[in-house]
């Protein structure tokens, strides 16, 4: 019964959550706050943990020694109560292997039907309001119920749930714990998918609207990820399914999408013409790059990468990078136009001028063990951590709520879907029955 309760407020915790990141920070507070107890909870009973959390638990343990040669405590602790968390989330994830296959679906649904309400909200405006689709001809942002970096990744979260709930649902064999393979018309009434089938023209319908809305919101960081996304299925399934002809029919399909995406969408478009423009004007050491969108990112990098030189022992602390990326900006290079002020456009030179070089590379490398982790035992489901990774190249995403929101929910995913691979018989059927 504590089990069943237990699971049944994981279940309602996750919702809440799901709910909260797309439409209501508050609840996404709640989730965040009521997770770590779970995760406490999990941990007294059962007494042990995994690598994840412990890698987590040195990443926070790293960050958190940057306090006594930070100023600013109060910018710290601000920063780091975030992610403080991160290791009691996860170790609340323990609670996904007793999820009942209804919820693991309704779970599903929920997510999806979030993605696709916040996809109606912004085509909202580019349908009826004139001053949006002025803008959006100039190449500026849709507006979005979230940060349109979190938003086009989530994007892509979607667009990946979906091929791989279709997969799952409608794989012709599956494993259970005890490594027997069972067929899947042995199973009727037990795998609960039979009962709320994935049909392939609504797994295609969604992916479409969802992939021709990430074209048409035309955020790099959700149009790398996607075809990033791309071409580790392409290449997982020419190397290990032996399916070349259906990976270059879906690839060939993505680049007729994306050709028809760049003539269609105005937005798109320019995003591509002003990305060209600025790189070529931040090769010209005569223009005043911080007047450039792409001029803002790399001088974020070059700042950061100065002031990580200058401090490559313990780094400037968690609580003063900013003010001191604020000054760097002022003293250094004499912009005194506090709009282009920004954090290091990159996590890891974000880490490595927080706690110094020496802690910056053995985040790093507990950031890789994480990911060799979920290769290993969770193969291609990787994916999420790794495309969370990736993001991290060219934006700050730990730094922020949602950003730290979005890596939590990669590795949730993950232990999903794997988990609902492996829980598919009733406990009380014997496994042998199956052989």
Known sequence: MRNLNLTNIFFATILCFIVGLFFARFLLSIALTILPVIGLVQLIKNKKTNIIVLNHIFITIILGLSFFWSDDKTTFWNNYKNILIVPFVLLSFDSIQLLSEKQKQILFIVFNIAVNLSIIYSSYFLLLDATVVENYTKGQIVPTLIHHVGFSVLIVFNILLNLFW?????????????????????????????????????????????????????????????????????????????????????????????????????????????????????????VNIDNLSDGRRLLSYKTATTLIKENIFFGVGLGDVQQTMKQAYQTKFGISNTSVYALPHNQYLFNFLSVGFVFGIIILFLYLLNLFYFIKHFKLYTIFYFLVLATMLWEPFLAYQLGISIYILSIFLIDLLYSSRLSVISRNEKYTKYK
């Open 166 to 286: 279709y997969w799952k649902a409608n794989s012709s064999t599956i494993v259970i714990p005890e490594n027997f393979v069972v067929e899947r018309k042995n199973l009727s009434g037990i795998y609960l998918i039979k009962r709320f089938p994935i049909k392939l023209g609504m797994t295609i319908a969604l992916t479409i609207i969802n992939i021709l809305f990430l074209h048409l919101l035309a955020v790099r960081s959700g149009l790398v990820l996607l075809y990033l996304s791309a071409f580790i299925l392409g290449l997982y399934y020419i190397f290990k399914q032996k399916s070349i002809k259906k990976s270059v029919v879906a690839f060939l399909l993505l680049l007729l999408c994306s050709i028809s995406c760049y003539y269609l969408f105005p937005s798109l478009k320019n995003k591509i013409g002003y990305a060209l423009y600025d790189f070529q004007q931040s090769k010209n050491t005569t």
